[in-house]
């Protein structure tokens, strides 16, 4: 089937703007052509007892990593991680999906070479792939050596998104201050850490052996990428001014101050994903920024690293976007445990991982189902009582998984 052939789903509770309505829903030459529409020739798909929805947009996630590098130190070749990652995401609904690509100093998994290979796989299987596989450039600030490859990602035909990530701060603040109170991370008073300290080698033990080196090499490296810190603020002045010149949709990570907010916001950053206290929350709120929170926090009834919860960030209003994070399942299991919790109707949850992650990355052109809008369906099977399963994913009136048989 191509996207042009004409298809009519009958049957399905359809998650419209607002409501859930009962109504069928034609879609032809990869866009939804009506609502409530005579057949007129399409073929039909009987989705009786069954949910048709906005498919998924994924804002961030990492789980692509785990495809390349499976075990610690194994790694396997991108172009068979990426095909059978690119399954995954169909699998389960996703049909946008912003791989976060850690762009940093460190050599390994999270190098800017491993990033190359991921940019110029992804170019390359553009055509094979079934759902729409883009980048977010997951910037260390510290890394200068990545800025041309953010330049070549920026110049390539699916724009990218750009997170502004500082885990080199996070990684020397000194331990006394919590990590979800520390300091605006250019504030020349930032509290640092021992680095010739036993417990600071112990910490970067599971970095260094993710980058294949010795704990006490990693920690050289590390103190000698700190000394770039007065050129950095420098560098995220001209990353940021690339991306606003071509529109880029841009993010700030793990925000834990007001002034952290306002330096990325100002820069043209008005998404803020994982932040990490109630306040910056707030802050960003009152300043009309998108906020997002990891869907495994939202599956799981909290977050893995103490943060806040995002569920009670959901009722405070203060949460807009669900991202997979770190496990694609997440997204639809986030849905189902928010639904149950009573948190809110299923028609306003579902804007969490469609319209508003779409909205937010300037994707006007999906998310919601409305006559004009491009065909990215999921059909959800989901009884009474139950957790919820993908039966289809359709991607711009293409269909890019199934497991309906009788579907054809």
Not at 54 to 80: W, Y
Not at 86 to 101: K, P, S, V, W
Not at 236 to 260: C, N
Request: hydrophobic share 45%.
């Amino acid at each position: 089937m191509t996207t042009g052939d004409p298809v009519i789903f009958e049957g399905a509770s359809v998650i419209l703007p607002g409501k859930i309505a009962q109504t069928s829903v034609r879609i032809a030459d990869g866009h939804i052509t009506g609502l409530d529409a005579p057949r007129d020739g399409a073929r039909v798909i009987d989705a009786s007892g069954l949910i048709l929805a906005p498919a998924l947009v994924d804002i961030h996630g990492d789980a692509f990593e785990r495809q390349i590098m499976p075990r610690p130190g194994v790694t396997v070749p991108t172009e068979a991680a990426f095909l059978e990652t690119d399954r995954q995401l169909a699998a389960n609904g996703i049909a946008t999906a912003y791989h976060a690509l850690t762009l940093g100093w460190e050599p390994g998994l999270r190098s800017v070479e491993t990033g190359w290979q991921v940019h110029d796989t992804l170019d390359r299987l553009a055509k094979r792939l079934t759902v729409e596989n883009r980048l977010q450039l997951r910037w260390e600030t510290f890394c200068i050596e990545a800025i041309p490859l953010i330049e070549a990602a920026l110049a390539g035909p699916l724009t990218p998104s750009i997170a502004f990530n500082d885990h080199t701060s996070m990684a020397l603040l000194h331990p006394e201050t919590a990590l979800q109170d520390r300091p605006f991370d250019h504030d020349p008073a930032f509290p640092v850490t021992n680095m010739d300290s036993p417990a600071f080698a112990a910490k970067m033990g599971e970095r260094a052996k993710r980058s294949h080196m010795s704990t006490g090499d990693f920690v050289e490296l590390i103190r000698t990428v700190w000394q770039r810190r007065p050129q950095v603020p420098a560098w995220i002045d001209d990353v940021a001014a690339k991306g606003r010149a071509v529109g880029a949709p841009m993010l700030s990570h793990d925000d834990s101050q007001e002034e952290t907010r306002t330096y990325f916001r100002e820069r043209g950053a008005r998404i803020t994903e994982f932040p990490m206290n109630r306040r910056t929350a707030d802050f960003a709120r009152a300043g009309g920024d998108h906020i997002v929170l990891g869907a495994p926090n939202a599956a799981r009834g909290g977050s893995h690293l103490g943060s806040i919860a995002a569920a009670d960030m959901i009722r405070a209003g203060l949460c807009d976007i669900l991202a997979s994070d770190y496990y694609y399942p997440a997204m639809l299991a986030a849905i189902a445990r928010l639904r149950a919790d009573d948190v809110a109707p299923l028609e306003a949850l579902w804007p969490l991982v469609a319209a508003a992650p779409a909205h937010a990355s300037g994707l006007s052109d999906r998310g919601t189902i409305a006559v004009g809008l491009r065909a990215d369906l999921v059909v959800v099977d989901w009884p009474e009582g139950n957790l919820p399963a993908i039966r289809q994913t359709w991607v711009a009136g293409r269909c890019a998984y199934s497991a309906m048989p009788s579907a054809g």
